[in-house]
């Protein structure tokens, strides 16, 4: 069975970090493109991060800021989050796709909430 698990979400002052991870099961992470995404209330989520191979994706607002890295022998994503603004407040969803297909795909995790106080 298929699983992938967010967690390191928290609160967090304005300036400050988080790492989150997201541990798969049931998959390979490393051979597949992975991505962050983020949700606020009554929004759709997006995108803020994703990586293939070693390649790796960020949307302007992150960038600089957040860090997204692989662990193959962990099977593991994480989100380096540094410089954490108030508007980063909401939830983070890691999301992968079949081998060879594009993101968004099928899996999701359960999300971890992050609040940036300002």
């Known amino acids: 069975q298929v699983q992938l698990v967010e967690s390191g979400g928290g609160l967090v002052q304005a300036g400050g970090s988080l790492r989150l991870s997201c541990a798969a099961s049931g998959l390979a992470l490393s051979i597949r493109a992975v991505g962050w995404y983020h949700q606020v209330p009554g929004n759709k989520r997006e995108m803020v991060a994703s990586?293939?191979?070693?390649?790796?994706n960020y949307v302007d607002s992150v960038k600089g800021r957040f860090t997204i890295s692989r662990d193959n022998g962990k099977n593991t994503v994480y989100l380096q989050m540094d410089g954490l603004k108030p508007n980063d407040t909401g939830t983070y969803y890691c999301?992968?796709?079949?081998?060879?297909?594009?993101?968004?795909?099928?899996?999701w995790g359960q999300g971890t909430q992050v609040t940036v106080s300002s």
């Open positions: 990586t293939f191979g070693s390649t790796t």
């Open positions: 999301n992968t796709a079949r081998p060879g297909s594009q993101l968004p795909g099928d899996y």
